[in-house]
């Protein structure tokens, strides 16, 4: 665990660079880890953000099927969102813990 | 001086070669999982692995209840092979298998390869093994970009942080 600013708060980080508390997240810090990502957010990446935010506090298990299946995205649109890492990243900006599942 | 550099694997080239529900889905969660990592990702069906994306029956695999030490009774007891053998019962405990799988919020097999592709995964099926089965694109599901040979799937392996593998 380590403490890191991320858009001028000091949020508490893992040592992947996921935040500890889901409840430091705001849009600014969001931005500031999706450009560490080369991901320039859009309103679609927040639609995706929000819903995933409030499937984690609802503690429900979060997978590229089900945000497929969320009537947001569908995978192939969430491919496209979060290149290279539809879970890994989407959690990381979202604020959320590193994913669990493996599907 | 010892190098500690981490070399991340860039691709992988997953062989399917057999037709059994969890050899099926053993290659297609190394598969999907690979593909949300970011990793490029080639998928080759070869002999009875054809099952899995062969449109009639990928969506009804079986599970072997006999010759297969590890089935297990609900609640734990060994599986009697004489039991395994009873016309119906194979089929009864694959669809039990799958209905677990699905509550799991595993995808069916037609869903699970439409994922992979979703995600920029490759599907093949081997030449050989589709002709020995008489089979033809036509039979197989819409997400098997081509039929090849082993040695255009070995060329699909370059690359020096590649891996391949065989379930």
């Known amino acids: 665990m380590a403490v890191k600013t991320i858009a001028g708060v000091e ?25 560490e990502l080369n991901i320039e957010l859009t ?34 649109q969430l491919y496209e969102l979060f290149p290279k890492g539809p879970l890994k990243f989407s959690s990381k900006i979202a604020g959320i813990p590193k994913p669990t599942s493996c599907i | 001086m010892e190098t500690k550099e981490k070399k991340p694997l860039e691709k992988v080239c997953i062989i399917c070669a057999k037709g059994n529900l969890e050899d099926v889905y053993a290659s297609l969660v190394m598969a999907n999982g690979a593909v949300m990592e970011g ?43 004489m039991l395994g053998g009873l016309p119906g019962v194979e089929s009864a ?20 390869l439409e994922m992979i592709t979703a995600g920029g995964g490759t599907i093949y099926a081997c030449r050989l093994a589709v002709d020995m089965f008489k ?7 819409e997400e098997v970009k081509d039929i090849i040979t082993i040695g255009e799937f070995y060329e699909l392996c370059d690359g020096d942080r590649t891996q391949i593998i065989f379930t």
């Open chain 1, 11 to 35: 949020v508490k980080v893992t040592d992947d660079g996921y935040l500890e508390d889901m409840t430091q997240w705001n849009k600014e810090i969001a931005n500031e880890i999706a450009k």
């Open chain 1, 43 to 76: 309103d679609k990446h927040f639609e995706v953000l929000n819903y995933l935010r409030e499937k984690t506090i609802a503690k429900e298990a979060l997978t590229i099927r089900s945000v497929g299946k969320s009537g947001i995205v569908d995978i192939k």
């Open chain 2, 39 to 81: 990793i490029e990702t080639n998928l080759f069906f070869t002999f009875f692995g054809l099952e899995g994306i062969t449109k009639k029956s990928m969506n009804h695999l079986h599970t072997a209840t006999t010759g297969n030490p590890a089935m297990k009774m609900p609640g734990g007891l060994p599986f009697p092979t």
């Open chain 2, 93 to 112: 405990v694959s669809s039990m298998m799958r209905k677990q799988m699905d509550e799991l919020g595993m995808p069916p097999v037609d869903e699970f």
């Open chain 2, 135 to 141: 089979l033809t694109k036509a039979d197989l599901s």
